[in-house]
């Protein structure tokens, strides 16, 4: 009972944070639909949109492709602090991760304050109690799930979800129905209406059941433990 009722808090805590990001997911996306069209429109009503271009995307992909090599990079325990040269790669992989981090977060500090997860970020580290050799490896830890934990799962999953439906055209026509339906005279989609979007949830759900965006699931041990009768030091 007690198991059950903590899960549900933990769902409940969830979507709170989930739901107080809805406003930033409505500017981000009124802002890329906005540029699209205006794009659209001095093409004459009809353009070709390369949606996978520009300097942020290319350091996100950077940055995935990077870290994702460092994943996988799995050995015995203690021995990630010898010179070998998996290691080597690993402490240079690391060492780009980092730099592309700080470099973005160097614009934005340049460039000044906007809406979004980055600024976020800034905003926790600087109205913490961290010290100031703390504060650049707290951004760059939560930027790593920014852009890994985020972006590359979101955008496998949305890719696939996107698949289905125009493979399956009456459950597209379903789904925008339904979409409509609740988003009436044109309404900008908030957290009360997504949830109410069974059909659309049904089809993202069974798009992550059919084609799961993460097949892997690594772990570290940041202390000494003992589970039964295994031990698992600290790495």
């Known amino acids: 009972m007690g198991s059950h009722r903590e899960r549900l808090l933990h769902l409940n805590s969830t979507w709170t ?10 500017d981000s996306t009124i802002a890329l639909l906005n540029s699209w069209r205006n794009i659209v429109e001095k093409e004459g009503g009809l353009a070709d949109i390369s949606i996978d271009r520009g300097r942020n995307f290319l350091e996100a992909k950077s940055l995935q492709e990077a870290a994702s090599k460092k994943g996988f990079a799995i050995g015995i325990p203690g021995m990630r602090h010898l010179p070998t040269k998996s290691n080597r790669e690993a402490w240079a992989l690391e060492k780009e991760i980092k730099a592309l981090i700080l470099n973005v977060v160097k614009e934005r500090r340049e460039a000044g304050f906007e809406n979004d997860l980055l600024q976020r970020v800034l905003e926790g580290a600087k109205n913490s109690n961290l010290s100031q050799d703390a504060i650049d490896p707290f951004i760059v830890d939560n930027c790593k799930n920014i852009y890994l934990a985020g972006y590359e799962t979101t955008a496998v999953s949305a890719t696939w979800c996107l698949m289905l439906l125009a493979s399956h055209p009456e459950w597209q026509e379903r789904i925008r129905a339904e979409v409509l339906d609740i988003c009436k005279a044109g309404q900008i989609p908030d957290a ?15 798009s992550l059941r059919l084609y799961p965006s993460v097949l892997v699931v690594s772990r570290e041990a940041l202390k000494d433990l003992k589970f039964g009768d295994i031990n698992f030091p600290r790495v």
Do not use: C, P
């Open 17 to 26: 944070k989930v739901k107080g990001m809805i406003s930033l997911i409505q």
């Open 192 to 206: 009360e209406m997504i949830r109410k979007m069974k059909l659309l949830t049904m089809a993202i759900n069974e």
